[in-house]
T-cell receptor, first 112, second 114 residues
Framework: GDSVTQMEGPVTLSEEAFLTINCTYT??????LFWYVQYPGEGLQLLLK?????DKGSNKGFEATYRKETTSFHLEKGSVQVSDSAVYFC???????????FGKGITLSVRP | ETGVTQSPTHLIKTRGQQVTLRCSSQ?????VSWYQQALGQGPQFIFQ???????GRGNFPPRFSGLQFPNYSSELNVNALELDDSALYLC?????????????FGPGTRLTVT
């Protein structure tokens, strides 16, 4: 079945550091890929998405490229801020009912 | 435009009891999906409702059931509660005209089973 694997966390960075969060997936067919973010005390928010190979999703300075050859969708940001502290989930969407399959999530803490 | 809302926010139940969680979808959205998020884990797909019919189900036992109403709001019912049912239950809605699989989540209901 479909699955998503995220790098182990947590991750702690200093403000303005470069961020990479790894995500790889296993799926049949051609899934859509997503990054969701969960800020403390809030629900899941869609951060960015890519629907086909080589697409790049971007939002709020974050980027991720759909790499079919390596089945990856790594999240990057050039300069993190304290306000980026949250839990980040990689997910894939597949099937006729559009169900989402999530990774375990990774906690990012950014210190001033 | 209101977002996805869920009620109640928190709930404490005893093992063996039954619980009903409620979700109002975002305006214009006709599809509702439910997910269970255990502590420290990613959300797991329970099932989806589209036009009042179940439209796919994850690996959850039949004691997890749901409904969708004509106004597209939805309920999740769990019978014979077990300790492992303690989790955050998330509702997500999506609608026509959106990108495939783009779902908008509510804040969740935190269920504790003692």
């Amino acid at each position: 079945g479909d699955s998503v694997t995220q790098m182990e966390g947590p991750v702690t960075l200093s403000e303005e550091a470069f961020l990479t969060i790894n995500c790889t997936y296993t799926a049949t067919g051609y899934p859509s890929l997503f990054w969701y973010v969960q800020y403390p005390g809030e629900g899941l928010q869609l951060l960015l998405k890519a629907t086909k190979a080589d697409d790049k999703g971007s939002n709020k300075g974050f980027e991720a490229t759909y790499r079919k050859e390596t089945t990856s969708f790594h999240l990057e940001k050039g300069s993190v801020q304290v306000s980026d502290s949250a839990v980040y989930f990689c997910a894939l969407g597949s099937g006729a009912n559009s169900k989402l399959t999530f990774g375990k999530g990774i906690t990012l803490s950014v210190r001033p | 435009e209101t977002g996805v809302t869920q009620s109640p926010t928190h709930l404490i139940k005893t093992r063996g009891q039954q619980v009903t969680l409620r979700c109002s979808s975002q305006s214009g959205h006709n599809t509702v999906s439910w997910y269970q998020q255990a502590l420290g884990q990613g959300p797991q797909f329970i099932f989806q409702y589209y036009r009042e019919e179940e439209n796919g189900r994850g690996n959850f036992p039949p004691r997890f059931s749901g409904l969708q109403f004509p106004n597209y709001s939805s309920e999740l019912n769990v019978n014979a509660l077990e300790l492992d049912d303690s989790a955050l239950y998330l509702c997500a809605s999506s609608g026509p005209g959106q990108g495939a699989y783009e779902q908008y989540f509510g804040p969740g209901t935190r269920l504790t089973v003692t």
